[in-house]
């Protein structure tokens, strides 16, 4: 057959396709422990080979686990399968920027009941990382950006965020985790008191498969750590979103990095994460975005 003449003539090292496809070596052979996603020639002295097929197979399967299927039960599917699956889409009747607008316009108008219904049906008719990454985020990108600039009064950014908030809780509480999850700390440190984009973590944590400890916004590394140390957390992660310039937030952030010990990941990200990560004297997982979380999620519940 082609593929296994593929296979032969043109082999990938495991670096080679990590490159390629954009997902970890660790997160590959993950996948091919556990769900046998791909099974790769070896080479005489027991190095893995990949065709080409094997990196269109895992291509495909890293852009539908973030388009949120589940990994388990898509890996076994073939590479046609696995095509016919990513040209199915949700029904999305609006463009992004439509359902924003209607958003805004209702908030200006103090109309919470059909702000409330516009986050609903977006909720509705994406799927779940999109709804996070192509609804919420930009949606607080321009509460923010509106704020700031007159557009939107204070109590209309109330508004929608209490709405936001509101959402992103009844989801993460309906979605139910199975018995002996790993468990995952959410907050935010001392000094940040922006909470939107931990509860987004917590989501993602939560449809990732993990049970989610969320504790809120301004926490002592103290409480953070005995929070982590009675769970017997797996990892802690903080959500760091303003301010971008707090000089005591690093010596937090090491405080909690040596309370945890080396047994729990501390992971960090957000709006504001960039201006710490140089100041920060700590094994620190810093991450950009909800599609990396969603892969070092994978790989820390890996035994």
Not at 29 to 42: F, I, L, N, T
Not at 59 to 66: A, M
Not at 253 to 258: A, E, G, H, K, P
Request: hydrophobic content about 40%; overall charge neutral; charged content about 25%.
């Amino acid at each position: 057959m082609q593929s296994e003449r593929a296979q032969i003539r043109s082999p990938h090292s495991i670096e080679a396709v990590s490159r390629k496809t954009g997902l970890t070596q660790h997160l590959i052979r993950a996948w091919e422990r556990r769900y046998k996603a791909v099974e790769p020639e070896r080479t005489p002295t027991g190095r893995r080979v990949y065709s080409e097929r094997d990196i269109l197979k895992l291509r495909l399967l890293k852009s539908l686990v973030r388009s949120g299927h589940s990994i388990g039960q898509i890996a076994r599917l073939s590479v046609s399968e696995l095509e016919s699956l990513s040209g199915t889409r949700l029904p999305e009747n609006q463009p992004p920027e439509g359902r924003l607008e209607e958003v805004l316009r209702a908030a200006g108008e103090m109309k919470a009941g059909e702000v409330q219904n516009r986050i609903l049906s977006a909720l509705t008719e994406l799927t779940a990382p999109k709804f996070l990454s192509e609804f919420v985020t930009p949606l607080l990108e321009e509460v923010g950006n509106g704020w700031r600039e007159g557009r939107l009064s204070i109590a209309a950014e109330h508004l929608i965020s209490a709405c936001l908030r509101s959402v992103l809780e009844q989801q993460r509480l309906l979605t139910r985790t199975s018995g002996g999850a790993p468990l995952l700390v959410v907050a935010t440190p001392s000094g940040q008191h922006h909470e939107m984009g931990a509860m987004m973590v917590a989501l993602t944590a939560a449809q990732e498969g993990w049970e989610v400890s969320y504790l809120g916004s301004h926490l002592p590394a103290e409480e953070i750590a005995r929070s982590a140390s009675l769970g017997r957390a797996r990892a802690v992660c903080l959500s760091l979103a303003y301010p971008a310039d707090d000089p005591l937030l690093p010596g937090e952030i090491t405080r909690l990095s040596r309370l945890l010990g080396p047994g729990v990941a501390l992971i960090a990200g957000g709006r504001a994460s960039g201006a710490y990560r140089e100041r920060v004297d700590a094994n620190v997982r810093w991450l950009d975005g909800l599609d990396a979380l969603r892969d070092e999620l994978s790989e820390l519940r890996l035994p």
